[in-house]
């Protein structure tokens, strides 16, 4: 016998997700998943409200949006996705709140591990659940040791990895045969990162789609910077902190054809703070860093201010190098850039650039671009500025590199040169 009553509110809800799966179930996870892949990824998992559209969660090719793990409640989310949304394009790994870590991996520090041993940990190897992932960023401080696991991701285009403790070689990134983009920083104050190893050479597995390239601060990072020279798509390329090492006059007219940008550390010829043994290797520099800003004018916007020459100056072990006599200007053994209108040279000089309060003066200007023409519309502002620069080279008139140190003295002594 039927009642006549009013359902209860629990029944109305059961037969309400009754009907709801009986409709749902004329249309089938495939075509769900479809309409799931135009949605947020806490829109999807908010809507798997029944078998169908759970099984369709699972088949949907997640949006780009980032997922940031920085709280347990968002690892604890994230390992619910690696079942519920498995197929997630965009991750980040960042740090969990006070006394939660995860877990150490093989051959940890021992000290970290010790500092760390009553945290909670949890365990970060579930993110090789998501094997569609396109973007990783791993930003934290507590990864200790070496996990295999995050360094197999086929699909993978774009990694960025800030994180001293975790022990790997640049031969993992065959993990990542798609990769177009690689920044890995080291942040460790003074000492940089000291756990990842290995030689740019390793970059060759990614060479058809490598793109951008930024290694900095990971000083046993080591190779020939040239090795990446054929490297068809490359297009920025950072190895600051880096003991790479090379000539900038080894680049040819087609090596490097898509780069943009580039920045060598100090273990290069050429490479930023780069100190010179002798003052006769400059100009065989300058002349190759010329011809590179003309194939591309941007190459070298990712070293600061061009103006400075990289911070290029002359070694204090060179056999041309001499004490500054006290009270007296310091000998030129620093080298800059000069523009003059659109017209490019550089020269020796001292000072401190970034003392507004110490007088910076110059040599004469060693032009790499000729003089423009009294008709062209350049020639007011390339005087003018000329005229400018000029005022700073009247103790080192006449000299286009800096005077021995006999002359400098006499200069000092307001002697004739």
Request: aromatic letters at 10%; charged letters at 25%; proline letters at 5%.
């Amino acid at each position: 016998m039927h009642s006549s009553g009013p359902s209860s509110p629990a029944q109305e809800s059961r037969n309400g997700m009754h009907l709801f799966n009986d409709t749902t179930g004329e249309v089938g996870a495939d075509e769900v998943a479809i309409i799931f892949s135009f949605l947020h990824h806490r829109d999807i998992m908010c809507a798997r409200v029944c078998k169908t559209w759970r099984d369709a969660a699972k088949k949907t090719l997640v949006p780009y949006t980032d997922f940031r793990v920085h709280s347990v409640r968002s690892y604890n989310a994230m390992r619910i996705m690696a079942t519920a949304l498995p197929n997630l394009q965009q991750l980040s790994i960042s740090n969990l709140r006070r006394r939660h870590i995860y877990s150490n991996g093989d051959d940890p520090d021992e000290e970290i591990a010790a500092d760390t041993a009553n945290y909670t940990t949890h365990d970060i190897n579930i993110i090789s659940s998501f094997r569609k992932l396109r973007v990783l960023h791993i930003d934290t401080i507590f990864l200790n040791g070496r996990y295999p696991a995050l360094f197999d991701f086929p699909l993978l285009r774009h990694l960025h990895i800030n994180c001293d403790f975790l022990k790997w070689d640049l031969n993992m990134l065959r993990g990542f045969p798609s990769l177009k983009g690689l920044e890995l920083n080291g942040t460790r104050i003074g000492n940089g990162n000291s756990r990842l190893t290995g030689n740019i050479n390793s970059l060759q597995v990614l060479k058809e789609t490598i793109e951008k390239v930024r290694i900095v601060g990971c000083h046993r990072v080591e190779g020939i910077f040239m090795d990446l020279a054929d490297f068809p798509r490359l297009k920025q390329l950072n190895l600051l902190g880096t003991t790479v090492a090379g000539d900038v006059r080894d680049i040819r007219r087609h090596d490097f054809p898509a780069l943009e940008q580039l920045c060598l550390p100090w273990t290069v010829r050429g490479g930023m703070d780069y100190e010179f043994q002798r003052i006769s290797d400059v100009p065989s520099f300058m002349q190759a860093v010329h011809l590179l800003m003309q194939r591309t004018p941007t190459l070298f916007s990712y070293c600061g201010q061009i103006s400075v020459a990289f911070y290029w100056n002359l070694s204090a072990s060179s056999p041309d190098w001499y004490d500054r006599e006290i009270g007296r200007p310091r000998p030129p053994f620093d080298l800059q850039f000069i523009q003059a209108g659109k017209r490019l040279g550089w020269s020796w000089c001292s000072g401190d650039p970034w003392n507004a309060e110490e007088e910076r003066l110059s040599c004469e200007i060693n032009w790499l671009d000729p003089e423009p023409s009294r008709e062209s519309g350049d020639y007011e502002a390339y005087m003018e500025e000329l005229q400018r620069v000029e005022r700073r080279s009247d103790f080192y008139r006449g000299y286009h590199q800096p005077p021995n140190m006999l002359e400098y003295r006499r200069l000092c002594e307001g002697g004739l040169h």
